[in-house]
C-alpha cells in the first residue's frame, strides 16, 4: 500500500501534460492506479483524484463518492477508475455547487463552480475494457473536476464568484446541507455500459 502526497497548486507536475497510456500491461501503471486508490481511501475526505496530483502525469482518474455524516444516499457511488477519459457529452443544463480540491490548501478552501449538469464519459478500466458512464449530480460534478486536472485546470480558476470563497470549517457549516447543495449532488447513473 502506498498513500502519495496530495501536490499543493503552484507545483508544475499539476500543469504538465498528461500522457494517455498505451500499455496497459505495463507494471508502472498498475502501480500508479494502486496509488492513486490507496490515496483516495486514506484522505478521509477525498472523492476523486487525478494522477497529476500524485505527480504522475498519466490520463487517469478515479472517483468513490464515500459515506460520510453527510453524504448518504443517492449522493454516494463505488470506486471507479477511469483512464484515458473522454467527456464525450455536457448537457446544456448547468448548477452551481461549492467545490474544494486536496491540491488546494489540502481542501481547506471551498468555492462556487458552475458546470454542465450531466455528462456522458466513456474510458477504460484497468482490465483494458472500454466503458460508457452517463450520470448527474455530485458524481457528473467529481469527474468534471478531476478531467479538468488532466488538462491542468484547477477549479480555483473556475469559480464564479471569489467573494464567496470560504474554508472548510464554514463550508460544513453553512453550505454542505443546503438545499442547492444537497439538490445539485443527487446522482443518477443513467447508462452504464461495456463497449
Ligand atoms: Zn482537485
Redesign the pocket.
Known amino acids: 500500500m502506498a498513500v502519495r502526497n496530495i501536490l499543493q497548486i503552484g507545483d508544475s507536475r499539476l500543469k504538465a501534460k498528461n500522457h494517455s497510456v498505451s500499455d496497459f500491461n505495463n507494471s508502472k501503471l498498475k502501480k500508479v492506479v494502486k496509488d492513486l486508490v490507496d490515496t483516495i481511501h486514506a484522505g478521509g475526505i477525498f472523492i476523486?483524484i487525478?494522477a497529476p496530483?500524485i505527480g504522475e502525469n498519466y490520463q487517469i482518474i478515479a472517483t468513490e463518492l464515500k459515506e460520510t455524516k453527510t453524504r448518504t444516499g443517492d449522493q454516494l457511488d463505488k470506486l471507479r477508475v477511469y483512464i484515458n477519459p473522454k467527456i464525450i457529452f455536457y448537457s446544456k443544463t448547468k448548477n452551481v455547487a461549492y467545490e474544494g480540491?486536496?491540491?488546494?490548501a489540502h481542501a481547506d478552501l471551498y468555492g462556487q463552480v458552475k458546470r454542465p449538469k450531466e455528462i456522458i464519459i466513456e474510458a477504460f478500466n484497468l482490465d483494458r475494457h472500454k466503458f460508457r458512464l452517463r450520470c448527474d449530480g455530485l458524481l457528473a460534478r467529481v469527474i468534471q473536476?478531476?478531467y479538468d486536472?488532466l488538462s491542468g485546470i484547477?477549479?480555483t480558476e473556475k469559480v464564479i464568484d471569489y467573494k464567496k470563497l470560504m474554508n472548510r470549517d464554514f463550508y460544513i457549516k453553512k453550505i454542505k446541507n443546503s438545499k442547492q447543495q444537497i439538490q445539485s449532488s443527487t446522482i443518477t447513473i443513467k447508462e452504464f455500459s461495456e463497449l
Open positions: 476523486g487525478a496530483q480540491c486536496g491540491s488546494v473536476h478531476e486536472h484547477e477549479f
